[in-house]
């Protein structure tokens, strides 16, 4: 028979080998140790000189958690982001499941690993003020389908935006409100009582005044078409 090495007070990764406690049912010599944690458990002795174990449990956990968290993101909002994303494609009861995973829209395996989102999204532009935005809405979350957008950007890239030409230009309804300060249920609700674009775009939003009627934004008296 072999030589039994004493590994009493060797070191194995987070294990300190305390004594040995002897054989198990398969012949195994077994080693009362101890992690850096505090905790003591009895440790195959092969399992403490391959590298099979290096802790009690503690070590992968830590692990697990730096790699999903990258330094505390899990609170960030950034890591909400990505949950959404993965949500809206991947859960069933997901509330916006129907417009994206119902709709065959998924997110790539790569992006399944937050840590490889986070180095996307922090050297592609990402800060706190924007949104991921798809630019080809058909498809799915991918690294070159995919920016960090306003919310007017994203607005202007939807599948169902109305195009609007005046005075030789032509852009979506959003970014003409934009332009001219003007609330998008307004500008729509001008076009759909039958306002000429020009008139929709320019005329001044009417404002209930002081003893009734109605005052534009230069403090004239009119009154919108119902």
């Given at each position: 028979?072999?030589?039994?090495?004493?590994?009493?007070g060797?070191?194995?990764?987070?294990?300190?080998v305390?004594?040995?406690y002897?054989?198990?049912?398969?012949?195994?010599?077994?080693?009362?140790?101890?992690c850096?944690?505090g905790t003591?458990?009895?440790?195959?002795?092969?399992?403490?000189?391959?590298?099979?174990?290096?802790?009690?449990?503690?070590?992968?956990k830590?692990l697990?958690?730096?790699?999903?968290t990258?330094?505390g993101?899990?609170?960030?909002?950034?890591?909400?982001?990505?949950?959404?994303?993965?949500?809206?494609?991947?859960?069933?009861?997901d509330?916006?499941?129907?417009?994206?995973g119902?709709?065959?829209?998924?997110?790539?395996?790569?992006?399944?690993?937050?840590?490889?989102?986070?180095?996307?999204?922090m050297?592609?532009?990402y800060?706190?003020?924007l949104?991921?935005?798809?630019?080809?809405?058909k498809?799915?979350?991918?690294?070159?389908?995919?920016?960090?957008?306003?919310?007017?950007?994203?607005?202007?890239?939807?599948r169902?935006?109305?195009?609007i030409?005046?005075?030789?230009?032509?852009?979506?309804?959003?970014?003409?409100?934009?332009?001219?300060?003007?609330?998008?249920s307004?500008?729509?609700?001008?076009?759909?009582?039958?306002?000429?674009?020009?008139?929709?775009?320019?005329e001044?939003?009417?404002?209930?005044?002081?003893?009734?009627g109605?005052?534009?934004?230069?403090?004239?008296k009119?009154?919108?078409?119902i």
């Open positions: 028979m072999a030589k039994v090495i004493d590994l009493t060797k070191r194995f990764g987070r294990w300190t305390i004594r040995k002897g054989r198990n049912p398969k012949g195994k010599i077994m080693w009362l140790c101890k850096d944690c003591a458990k009895i440790v195959r002795g092969t399992a403490l000189t391959t590298g099979a174990t290096q802790s009690c449990g503690c070590l992968a830590e697990v958690r730096e790699r999903m990258i330094h993101q899990c609170y960030s909002r950034l890591y909400r982001i990505w949950q959404d994303m993965k949500n809206r494609c991947e859960n069933l009861k509330i916006k499941y129907h417009e994206y119902g709709k065959g829209i998924t997110v790539c395996g790569e992006w399944h690993d937050f840590s490889c989102f986070f180095q996307w999204a050297g592609n532009g800060y706190d003020s949104s991921i935005d798809r630019i080809d809405g498809k799915g979350y991918y690294p070159s389908n995919c920016r960090w957008a306003t919310i007017i950007e994203q607005n202007n890239n939807k169902n935006n109305r195009i030409s005046y005075c030789g230009k032509s852009q979506t309804m959003a970014m003409w409100c934009h332009e001219i300060g003007m609330p998008e307004t500008l729509g609700s001008r076009l759909s009582r039958g306002w000429s674009i020009q008139r929709a775009l320019t001044p939003i009417a404002r209930k005044a002081k003893g009734g109605w005052r534009n934004e230069t403090g004239g009119f009154k919108e078409a």
